[in-house]
């Protein structure tokens, strides 16, 4: 056997007779078969595992695809690829083309989140800021596309190199979405679930275009500020009360503390006065058909018109704003000296505040009733 025939021989046997592709890692999802200048026997054998897809690539150009099983590889079995080279009656071996496994399998826990607040509009609250992560899945569905779309000329791709690109389409569909469903505010959170479904249901079809299906998609949580988080405990809350009631309810509470402030009878006969008022005001609330009188529920009567209010008067004492109190209780004070004739004075319908003195119902407090001195004899 002379030098060339030993040299030939040499590189038939080099060239690679079974092509096949065992994965031994969890991440990768497109790995390039390498052999000597990319040549192929007449014949050869291609394995195909469960869980792959073998995609042939001549020049750049998408060629067969093969799902799981075993082939010898003839014209027959590559009818893109023959009419790619110009095969009308069988190949010459060897033959090039370039040989990329696809993993097909469920790739699962793949994280994704907001990595900037998403900013919404609520009816309520104004602009809010929203963050949101969880997980999700996908598996490639369309080998071919995959490989002339993402990996290129790519001899190992993982799933780390196309998540950066899918959590960027996730964090943009997602907020398409939330701004779209108008929700109120407390709902993201408490609706993890229907929002989960609904944005897989958005970003599936833009996966599709590069070849990927979106198996799974979960939102585990969504967050926002404490302050708005208080603000929606407390508006939850209120939302829940007669706020009719709970208005009357503060409103007297109110009152009866500025009363305990002013000290001494007055101040206590005031309270004891908006006491029985809150009691009837009460009283008609929980019964508004009888208007909580024990006499109307008896004897079905209509009631007299409520009674005028008093003439509530604010005073001025050690530079302070002090009131409302009643006539008595302003004459008392007076008598008291705790105001005197010039103290400043208001009650509703005055212009301003005024000296006691220059007030007309008020100057029967300076003795003006009391008779003038006797003539001199």
Known sequence: ???????????????????????????????????????????????VREGQTAV????????????????????????????????????????KAEVYFVNTHLFTDE????????????????????????????????????????????????NF?????????????????????NLPIELYAANTSELSDTCREVMAPEFQTVGISLEKFYIENVSMPEDLKKEIFEYSRIDKLDLDKLTKFKTAKA??????????????????????????????MMNPQMGGNPQMQQTGAPLPPPIPAAIQYFYAANGAQQGPVSFEQLQ?????????????????GMAGWTALKDVEELKSFLGGNTPPPLPNS
């Not at 369309?142 to 000329?153: L, S």
């Open 111 to 158: 994280k994704w989140g907001t990595k900037s607040p998403i900013t919404l509009s609520d009816e309520r609250f104004g602009l809010v800021e929203i963050r949101a992560f969880g997980t999700y899945a996908f598996k490639i569905s369309d080998a071919g596309k995959f490989i002339t779309d993402i990996v290129g000329t790519d001899n190992n791709f993982t």
């Open 255 to 284: 009152i009866e503390a500025a009363a305990k402030n002013e000290g001494g009878t007055a101040g206590a006969g005031m309270g004891m006065g908006m006491g029985f008022v809150l009691a009837q005001q009460m009283g008609g």
């Open 332 to 348: 008392a004070l007076f008598a008291g000296r705790t105001i005197n004739r010039d103290s400043l004075v208001w009650k509703q």
């Open 1 to 47: 056997m002379d030098i060339f025939s030993k040299i030939k021989e040499k590189l038939t046997h080099e060239f690679i007779d079974i092509i096949e592709w065992l994965d031994f890692t969890d991440d990768t999802i497109a790995h390039r078969f390498e052999r000597y200048q990319n040549e192929i026997k007449n014949g050869a054998k291609l394995i």
């Open 56 to 95: 042939f690539v001549n020049e750049g150009q998408l060629a067969d695809v093969f799902t799981p099983g075993t082939y010898n590889l003839t014209t027959k079995n590559l009818p893109i690829l023959s009419t790619l080279k110009g095969w009308k009656y069988g190949f010459n071996s060897p033959f």
């Open 161 to 181: 190199e196309i998540n950066e690109h899918l959590k960027s389409l996730i964090a943009t569909r997602f907020t398409d979405t939330v701004g779209e469903a």
